[in-house]
């Protein structure tokens, strides 16, 4: 049997398992058939907590589609929150190792000794320049052209281990992301796929974001791609450095800051929502 746990920041929602007692032998096939509503349980992916030589924890992340991940924020505060109230730790300063470095964490308890919200420092955002000529070296990093089913958009380009797009537009409610995501994902530019941000900003403390995810689709959130949303929208003038900016996503807030030395911090809230066990199934 192998026991596992449904968690999700925001509505995104993994499939935790704890490594520290199962034994998980082909996590790709595993999140394929764990992620799919149907024949398995339903989730944006599969996510191990494992023991780490090098920090408290390791986390290793996969989508739906199997693919493996560098780095998930909404995952790494759910992890903190499962090892805090599972008693794997009783710190509240966790590590946390990825496949994109070690983040750290700082978990907030609530009346009940369990956590009710996590901050991770992400690490530096990586500017992607584009490799025309331009005038400036900001040019270099906003305001890319590219065109998607014959429509042009601008997008920046900014890495938070894993790669995101990001795209300003006036509105994002109307968007058909089932259609034009997939068309950004497989695009010719990202020979590796990319995760793109679609952003309308509210004001200069406010943005709006979808999200269609590499390898997952349409997701209701998605931490990294918050990250590289406050920072693009500081590099394209919405938004300053070392101010928190407050992001909606369809299933809920983060709060994010852009610091002076490029590193970012998110703030959000982590949810358990069932353990259940199942035969360990035939891939
Ligand atoms: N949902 C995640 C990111 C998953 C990234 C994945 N889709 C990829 O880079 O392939 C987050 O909260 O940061």
Redo the contacts with the bound molecule.
């Keep these: 049997m192998l026991t596992f746990s449904k968690m999700h920041?925001i509505g995104?929602d993994?499939i935790y398992i704890n490594c520290f007692k199962e034994t998980v032998t082909d996590p790709e096939k595993l999140s394929v058939f764990l992620s799919d509503v149907r024949f398995g349980v339903g989730s944006?992916?599969l996510v191990l907590i494992l023991p780490s030589e090098v920090a408290d924890f390791r986390m290793r992340?996969f989508?739906a589609d199997g693919?493996?991940?560098?780095?998930?924020?909404?995952?790494?505060r759910c992890i903190g929150k499962y090892v805090y109230d599972m008693g794997m730790t009783d710190k509240i300063e966790i590590s946390l190792e990825t496949n994109s470095g070690i983040k750290y964490l700082t978990l907030y308890p609530d009346a009940n000794n369990k956590i009710e919200s996590v901050k991770v420092d992400m690490g530096k955002a990586i500017l992607v320049p584009r490799e025309i000529p331009v005038n400036s070296d900001l040019e270099r990093f906003i305001a890319q052209p590219v065109t998607v089913d014959g429509k042009e958009y601008a997008m920046t380009c900014v890495s938070?281990?894993?790669?995101?797009a990001v795209v300003f537009l006036p509105e994002v409610d109307s968007l058909d992301l089932e259609k034009i995501g997939p068309s950004f994902e497989h695009h010719e530019l990202f020979p590796d796929?990319?995760?793109t941000e679609f952003v309308r900003v509210i004001d200069d403390h406010t943005l709006q974001m979808r999200?269609w995810?590499?390898?997952?689709g349409e997701?209701f959130?998605?931490?990294?791609?918050?990250?590289a949303t406050v920072v693009a929208a500081v590099l394209n003038g919405f938004c300053k450095k070392e101010e928190e900016i407050l992001v909606h996503l369809r299933g809920g807030d983060l709060r994010i800051i852009y610091h002076e030395d490029d590193t970012v911090t998110m703030i959000g809230p982590a949810i358990y929502v069932f353990e259940g066990k199942m035969e360990y199934p035939n891939l």
């Excluded at 938070?160 to 995101?164: E, S, V």
């Excluded at 959130?221 to 990250?227: D, E, K, Y």
């Design positions: 920041g995104n993994y944006d992916g992340i989508n693919s493996e991940a560098m780095m998930c924020g909404n995952a790494t938070m281990g894993n790669p995101h796929r990319v995760n999200v995810e590499r390898g997952s997701t959130a998605c931490g990294t791609g918050t990250c």
